[in-house]
């Protein structure tokens, strides 16, 4: 599991993790402006990402190295 999965799961980090192989995720509830919602945290490893993955999705979260520019500017 990555430490953006645990993190986001369970409130844990780890200092020794790997690199995420495949693909991971975890489902949360969790309360916003009064409402319950299920939120969804797919973790691809930098994989091309399929219209299945992202139906009936409200959002995404890109998340890169931010000391590595190229990075950045190779997102969209």
Known sequence: MSNLLARFARDEFYKNSKSTIGVGFKTQMMEINGKVVKAQIWDTAGQAVT?????????????????CRQFFDSIG
């Open 51 to 67: 219209s299945a993955c992202y139906h009936g999705s409200v959002g995404a979260l890109l998340v890169y190295d931010i000391t």
